[in-house]
C-alpha cells in the first residue's frame, strides 16, 4: 500500500469507530518549530491530519497532536518546558509525534522512519517500529478496530489480551508490514503480545 492508502484506510476505520475523530489537511505555515517541517510530516498532516487525535488502544491511549500543537509538545522530550533548555540526550533528528502514556513515537527527520522509546529509563533508547507515519497510524487504527470489535470479551479474567485477538493482530500487522518479525516488534513494544 502506499502512503495516501494507509492514511485513508486509517481514517476511515477511526471514523467509523469514533465519529468525533476529527481531521483536517494541515499545512506548513500551521509549525512554529526551529527548523522546516521534514517532508514525511508534510504529508502526514496534508493527508492523514490527525486534530489532537486521541486513539483508545489497550492500556494508554494514543495521542497525535496537531500539526500547530507539534513544536509544544517536543516539551519534555526535546526540552524542558519551563527552561526551554535543550536535553542533551535527545537527538536533533528526532521529533516526537504521538505517545501513548507518554512513551514517545519518535519521527527519525533524516529517514523518515518512526521509532518508539520508553520514558523513565534514564537515557533514551528508541527502537525502530514503523517505516514512516502512515505505517504507524494505520496500524494504531487496526488495533483500535481489534479493540472495538471484541468489546467486553478483549481480555481474559487476568486482563492479558486474549490469544484470539492476539492472533487477530499479528496477522493484520503482519499484513500490513510484509513482516513476520517486524510485526512482533510492532505488538511487543506496544504491549499486544
Known amino acids: 500500500m502506499n502512503d495516501m492508502s494507509n492514511y485513508e484506510t486509517a ?19 500551521e509549525w512554529r518549530g526551529d527548523f522546516p517541517l521534514p517532508e514525511a510530516l508534510l504529508e502526514y498532516y496534508r493527508m492523514f491530519g490527525p486534530v489532537d487525535l486521541t486513539i483508545r488502544g489497550y492500556g494508554n491511549p494514543y495521542f497525535l497532536p496537531g500539526l500547530a500543537k507539534l513544536w509544544p509538545y517536543q516539551a519534555g522530550y526535546r526540552y524542558d518546558a519551563h527552561t526551554r533548555q535543550r536535553f542533551p540526550d535527545w537527538e536533533d533528528d528526532w521529533l516526537a509525534i504521538a505517545d501513548q502514556g507518554a512513551d514517545p513515537f519518535i519521527l527519525s527527520v533524516s529517514r ?3 521509532l518508539h522509546a520508553f520514558h523513565g529509563e534514564g537515557n533514551w533508547q528508541p527502537v525502530e517500529l514503523f517505516t514512516g507515519p502512515s505505517e504507524m497510524v494505520e496500524t494504531l487504527a487496526i488495533l483500535r478496530q481489534i479493540l472495538a470489535s471484541a468489546g467486553s470479551v478483549f481480555k481474559n479474567p487476568d486482563a492479558t489480551i486474549r490469544a484470539e485477538f492476539r492472533h487477530e493482530a499479528r496477522q493484520a500487522v503482519e499484513e500490513l508490514t510484509g ?4 510485526a512482533a516488534t510492532i505488538l511487543t513494544r506496544l504491549g499486544w503480545s
Open 179 to 182: 513482516s513476520v518479525a517486524r
Open 11 to 29: 481514517k476511515h476505520i477511526l471514523q467509523q469507530i469514533d465519529p468525533s475523530a476529527s481531521f483536517r489537511p494541515q499545512l506548513a505555515g
Open 112 to 114: 523518515g522512519a518512526v
